[in-house]
């Protein structure tokens, strides 16, 4: 690397603080927060979808390798006014691109990538090439208003016009079928996207790096689906905000140990086996980022060293809550879905008895099966929802509620709650003092 170069990226990327956004599952602002308090990152939730914090960017690659509820870790870069595409041009020409976006291997400029075109909020699919970017644009009470024009001119900027854009791949963004795999490793030779978000409202153009390149849900494994797939990092969500809501009510009732330190989590409708790995994960302390390529391994700011110190020689293991998991679904083709992913996920070098799936329906669960095998009993219920499923929602969520009001005797147990659907509680005929609702965006 060029000397001169590497003393800019030391002086204005590495040795001083950036602000950051860490994007959340919408619903899980506070949950997100403080997860990344817990890695030692003061974070303050904006109730859009997303956290705010100011670190060195070390502190954002702590955010990227350990966060298991985020979905980006976005870097500021800029913030300028732009009236028009004069002044659009002239500011996105004054960004050292060359301290953000990595050099192509053939023409040797850290400020001209080979680029592949995604405009607007199409976002980029696996085939790219390496060096590839994607430009993202919103725009809202702007005189700049069209997104499409706004991507085409930042693009000749950092491009510098020399090399014609491709067109981004359809249906890059469709929903895994039945079965598919997701999550899957890339093909060799390729590596994530450089993803750069940029927004313009009231005239103020704001411009942000990904760090990530794909979104975070993904853990770098393959991954089998079923039916209505349910996002890694919003079912992570929901497992710690239960933890958060026996934490809290532990304090309430004055306990010594207001740490939930075992629990027994069941999840009776398992599907892929989303929630089962997930706290499965954290009982065993993976770190969810540790199998991953990002986009922050191939920007000029990367360290190696620093990396690896992160991902293998931390003294912090996040969320090491231990947990009994119980995995059932009526399916056998689900529990086979659900092996098939224990078996090529990192716990099946590690601790693969932790998720063991078994074919028993929901409503087959007595009272003894709800007895915690150890500290307190978690339900996780990820039912049916949704127009492409053809089910009789009302009924089977009445018909769970009626179960779990029989099989546990005090209705009041089921109190505190997180829904997916806004009239869950109505339609199970169970309380909730907390509800949240939440997109699976899938």
Not at 293 to 314: E, R, S
Request: with cysteine; aromatic share 8%; charged share 25%.
């Amino acid at each position: 690397m060029d000397q001169n170069l590497e003393k800019r990226l030391k002086r204005q990327v590495i040795g001083k603080p950036h602000r950051f956004w860490a994007v959340a599952p919408l619903g899980f602002e506070a949950t997100l927060a403080r997860e990344l308090q817990g890695f030692g990152i003061e974070a303050a939730p904006t109730n859009d979808g997303k956290v705010e914090f100011t670190g060195k960017i070390t502190d954002a690659w702590k955010a990227v390798a350990y966060s298991r509820i985020a979905n980006r870790i976005m870097m500021h870069i800029a913030d300028f006014k732009a009236e028009n595409f004069r002044d659009l041009e002239k500011k996105a020409a004054e960004i050292p691109w060359e301290l953000y976006l990595p050099c192509h291997p053939e023409r040797g400029s850290a400020s001209s990538p080979s680029l592949l075109r995604s405009l607007s909020k199409r976002s980029a699919s696996k085939g790219e090439v390496e060096g590839s970017i994607s430009i993202h644009v919103t725009c809202k009470h702007s005189r700049l208003y069209h997104s499409d024009a706004v991507a085409e001119r930042l693009y000749k900027v950092i491009e510098g016009g020399s090399v014609p854009l491709a067109a981004a791949p359809a249906g890059a963004s469709a929903t895994p079928s039945a079965g598919a795999p997701r999550n899957a490793p890339k093909a060799e030779g390729n590596v994530p996207p450089q993803n750069i978000y940029v927004t313009l409202i009231d005239d103020r153009c704001t411009v942000w790096l990904d760090l990530a390149g794909e979104e975070l849900y993904k853990r770098g494994h393959e991954r089998f689906v079923n039916d209505a797939p349910l996002k890694e990092t919003l079912a992570a969500g929901m497992i710690l905000e239960t933890i958060e809501i026996l934490r809290l009510r532990a304090a309430h009732s004055a306990q010594d140990d207001t740490a939930p330190a075992n629990i027994t989590l069941i999840d009776p409708m398992a599907g892929s086996g989303t929630f089962s790995l997930e706290a499965a994960y954290m009982a065993s302390g993976l770190i969810p980022g540790k199998c991953r390529d990002f986009a922050l391994k191939h920007q000029p700011a990367f360290k190696p060293a620093t990396w690896n110190h992160i991902v293998n020689f931390t003294s912090h293991t996040p969320h090491s809550t231990s947990h009994t998991i119980v995995t059932s679904d009526i399916s056998e083709r689900a529990v086979e879905i659900t092996r098939h992913n224990v078996e090529h996920s990192p716990l099946a070098t590690i601790a693969p008895e932790l998720v063991d799936p078994q074919v028993r329906d929901f409503f087959s669960y007595k009272a003894e099966d709800f007895k915690p095998l150890a500290g307190q009993t978690v339900i996780l219920l990820n039912p049916p929802y949704g127009k492409r499923l053809n089910f009789d929602a009302p009924k089977l969520y009445a018909k769970i509620g009626k179960h779990l009001q029989n099989e546990c005797g005090d209705g009041n147990r089921f109190k505190d709650g997180i829904h997916i659907a806004e009239d869950a509680p109505k339609l199970v005929e169970i309380s909730a003092t907390k509800k949240k609702k939440v997109v699976s965006n899938l």
